[in-house]
Structures are given as structure tokens and as C-alpha cells.
């Protein structure tokens, strides 16, 4: 049964998705947390990194959409099709998050490439950070690495419950990026989600005022959360119209 150690709501701060708008999480700092007690609070909008579960808070503005796939109607595009193809070229390994050297690396050089395309502030994550971020022991937490021989060329994060598959974070060497390896990485969570026997892969939220989320819009059918529902309170979802947007892998 998960331990709730605290629970706060940030104070306002400058948004990093959409220019002039203050932005705000809410947290909960928990550990022990049950696959049925995660999939509760993925389906009223959560997502989870290490034991930190959060969700925007933000007032009154309500952009971030939490975005969900059913796997069982979404219909890959072509081009996601062709990404998805691309991306079985690689080995994929699935377990325990793992942290040493090679993962450091390969983390450090994708976000430098963030941060000259996109103005992401300097950060190279020390091994401690990686493992409370990406490794914190945790029931449901697992790791989709790519190989390229034995080389590794790209990490997703997952949780994974009975019925959810979250795909919490990935990252990737700047030498895949022609590969549209963020598309590749979603066609892969959908297949993984299917073999699992999970109903919906959950892809965090889409923004359709910023270029590097509002992509999500692009994988259909989906579905998008009503509201900020409490654990009280039954979460509503509902099919999105489609988006017109481009994706920018």
C-alpha cells in the first residue's frame, strides 16, 4: 500500500511549454505505490517520475491534456508505420531500469541536442539523479532499451499495470534522430501494451501550443481526460478530434 510522504502544490512559475504563462504541478511524494494504486492515478491524469507523481495544477489555464491511446482502435498512420519499421532494426531489451556509464552518456548527448534546438537549460544528470529520475525501485517501472549490435542507442521508461502502459521518458543518440525514433518508441509501447494485455498506452500530455507535444495529436483515434478528476470522483475521457498538426520527430 503506497506511504504518502508529502503532498504540495508548487508555487507559480514561468511555463516551459508555452511562452507568458505561469504554470504549476501538484505532487505527491510516495513510495510502495501498487500497480492498482498507479493504474488509479494514471486514469485521473498522473504521471510518475521516480517517487515523485505529479500533475499540472495550473490556473486557470487547462492546455495540458493528459492523452491516452486504446490499443485495440488506434490505426497507425503511414509515415508512423514507416517510423515503426525503421525502428525494428534495433535489438530491444525489456526489464529493470539499469543505470551505469553508457546510460549517463547517451542521456547527456540527447539533451544536449534539446538544448541547442529547443533553449532546454545545460543539465548532465549524475549517476544519483539518474537512479531517483529513471531507476527508483518501483513495482511497475520497466525499460525498453535499443541496441544497435551492442551498441546502445536509445532508452524508454515505462510503467506498466494490469491494465496501462505510461510511457514515461525517452531518450536517444542524436545519430537515430533521422530514424523518427519518438514516433518508433510510441508504435513499440502499443505493441508491448497489446503483448501485455494492457487496454491503453498513456503518452503524458499533449499542449497544442508547443511544437515538441502537440506531435501527440498525431496518433489516432485518441483519447483525452476531462478535467482534473480527485480519487473520489470518476475520470471521464473522451475521443479527440483530430489534430492538423506535423509531427516533430
Known amino acids: 500500500m503506497a506511504r504518502l510522504v508529502r503532498h504540495f502544490v508548487e508555487e507559480p512559475r514561468g511555463c516551459s511549454y508555452l511562452a507568458g504563462v505561469q504554470a504549476s504541478l501538484e505532487y505527491r511524494l510516495m513510495v510502495d505505490v ?6 488509479q492515478l494514471m486514469i485521473r491524469g498522473w504521471r510518475r517520475f521516480g517517487p515523485a507523481y505529479f ?13 491516452r491511446l486504446d490499443v485495440h482502435r488506434f490505426i497507425p498512420s503511414t509515415s508512423q508505420l514507416k517510423a515503426l519499421r525503421r525502428s525494428r532494426r534495433f ?65 524508454g521508461l515505462v510503467d506498466v499495470t ?16 533521422r530514424l523518427s525514433p519518438g514516433v518508433g518508441n510510441v508504435l513499440q ?46 475520470p471521464s475521457w473522451r475521443e479527440a478530434a483530430s489534430s492538423a498538426s506535423t509531427s516533430s520527430e
Open 34 to 39: 501498487s500497480p492498482d494504486e498507479l493504474e
Open 55 to 67: 500533475r499540472p495544477a495550473c490556473v486557470p489555464c487547462g492546455e495540458c491534456r493528459s492523452i
Open 91 to 155: 535489438r530491444v531489451e525489456f526489464g529493470k531500469p539499469k543505470i551505469d556509464p553508457e546510460r549517463l552518456a547517451l542521456h547527456a548527448a540527447w539533451h544536449r541536442t534539446r538544448e541547442d534546438s529547443r533553449g532546454w537549460e545545460a543539465s548532465q544528470l549524475t549517476e544519483d539523479e539518474y537512479a531517483t529520475q529513471f531507476a527508483f525501485p518501483s513495482s511497475t517501472g520497466r525499460e525498453c532499451a535499443w541496441y544497435d549490435g551492442e551498441r546502445l542507442v536509445a532508452v
Open 162 to 177: 494490469k491494465n496501462c502502459l505510461s510511457a514515461a521518458y525517452f531518450f536517444y543518440h542524436p545519430d537515430i534522430a
Open 189 to 234: 509501447c502499443v505493441d508491448l501494451a497489446r503483448e501485455l494485455g494492457c487496454q491503453h498506452v498513456y503518452l503524458g500530455y499533449r499542449v497544442e501550443g508547443c511544437a515538441s507535444l502537440r506531435y501527440k495529436g498525431l496518433f489516432l483515434p485518441h483519447e483525452l481526460l476531462e478535467g482534473r478528476p480527485s480519487l473520489e470522483h470518476t
